[in-house]
């Protein structure tokens, strides 16, 4: 998804808002319909058997409003599915933590799979302590899918998403673009052990090594807070006043206000997830590029797979599935900000 398809994917994502509408309280379920998988052989609806499949869907936190965006496009596709195929169902079964917690995400794959669900998409935390839930869903005949965050060495059958190295390398490309030459970068990240981030990381990295000048002084970790985040990126700017620019891997200190005083005016900043907190930044000028994702394409697109498995009996051509990038500006930031308005009514503060 380019910034070319900003106007196709909000008319697309229009035509199905109402997929979102109810079963919106967390780690709820919406299983309405027959039974999971099961076949209805009644005169209801003519002699057609009818079909109803039910997919897990678990994300990373409730709170983020990233995977509310992935909720509505999981919703969304649900009830497209149920509309184009005769006799055919779809619901979701929304399972997500409050906050990030990969046991959680793990004890609801097991759940998942002992309800009899007929599959699974899953943003993984940790993507080896989920591997053997993962990999006991598909030895239970429950396909699953990831989307946002792999477990690469599971069973899963296919990922949907960037690719994070590429994602991590186009942080730093922007920011070295904004920079011009010479800079002291600092790179912000959170949990070490989620394989998103660490690829994000060496992208910067790598990326970072092809322009002469400039120098990376360290990843600085943290807690995924916005408040953590925020005062993470104070104390290293004020022990390093000579940092020039800052390369977030995620958005998480731009979901607060007033984040960046005293970093904006005197480093650039490009970090990725333009959510509704972080386009204030960059109409602000505090922020000067938002690298985005398929935040509604994470749970679209999931769904989308999991159904062409489970009901066409259709593997995707590739198991790696990698959307493009949004790359948001001043130029193109209201334009964008329409999107939230579809995929998270509530504007996400």
């Known amino acids: 998804m380019n910034t070319r398809a900003f106007s196709t994917i909000l008319g697309l994502s229009a035509m199905t808002l109402l997929a979102a509408c109810g079963n919106q309280g967390g780690n709820s379920s919406n299983t309405g319909g027959s039974s999971s998988g099961s076949a209805d052989t009644g005169t209801t609806g003519g002699n057609a058997a009818e079909v109803t499949y039910t997919f897990g869907v678990i994300a990373k936190a409730e709170q983020n409003p990233v995977f509310q965006a992935a909720r509505v496009g999981a919703e969304a596709a649900a009830k497209k599915l149920s509309e184009e195929n005769e006799g055919v169902t779809v619901t979701i079964n929304w399972r997500t933590p409050a906050t990030e917690d990969a046991q959680k995400q793990a004890e609801f794959v097991e759940l998942l799979t002992s309800q009899g669900v007929d599959g699974i998409a899953i943003s993984c935390t940790d993507a080896n302590l989920l591997q053997s839930s993962i990999n006991a869903a598909a030895a239970g005949n429950v396909p699953v899918v990831t989307f946002d965050s792999d477990a690469p060495n599971s069973d899963r059958f296919a990922y949907y998403g960037v690719d994070d190295k590429a994602a991590g390398a186009k942080v730093m490309q922007e920011l070295a673009a904004q920079l011009g ?41 943290a807690p995924e ?12 700017q004020t022990s390093n006043p000579d940092i020039t620019g800052w390369a977030l891997v995620g958005g998480w200190p731009l979901y607060t206000d007033n984040a960046l005083d005293g970093i904006y005016e005197n480093a650039k900043v490009v970090s990725m997830d333009p959510l509704p907190l972080p386009l204030d930044y960059v109409k602000a000028g505090q922020v000067q590029v938002l ?9 679209y697109e999931s769904v989308m797979l999991l159904f062409d498995k489970v009901h066409n009996g259709k593997d995707p051509a590739d198991v790696m599935n990698y959307a493009e990038f949004d790359i948001v500006n001043t ?6 900000a329409e999107n939230w308005k579809i995929w998270d009514p509530t504007g996400g503060h």
């Open 291 to 299: 690298v985005g994702q398929p935040y509604y394409g994470w749970g």
């Open 331 to 336: 130029d193109n930031v209201d334009e964008y």
């Open 225 to 236: 807070t916005a408040a953590d985040m925020a005062a993470k990126m104070q104390q290293v």
């Open 181 to 221: 030459g010479p800079g002291v970068v600092a790179v912000l990240s959170g949990n070490p052990n989620s394989a998103n981030l660490s690829a994000r990381v060496d992208g910067v990295r790598e990326e970072a090594a092809k322009h002469e000048g400039i120098e990376i002084r360290d990843v600085f970790y």
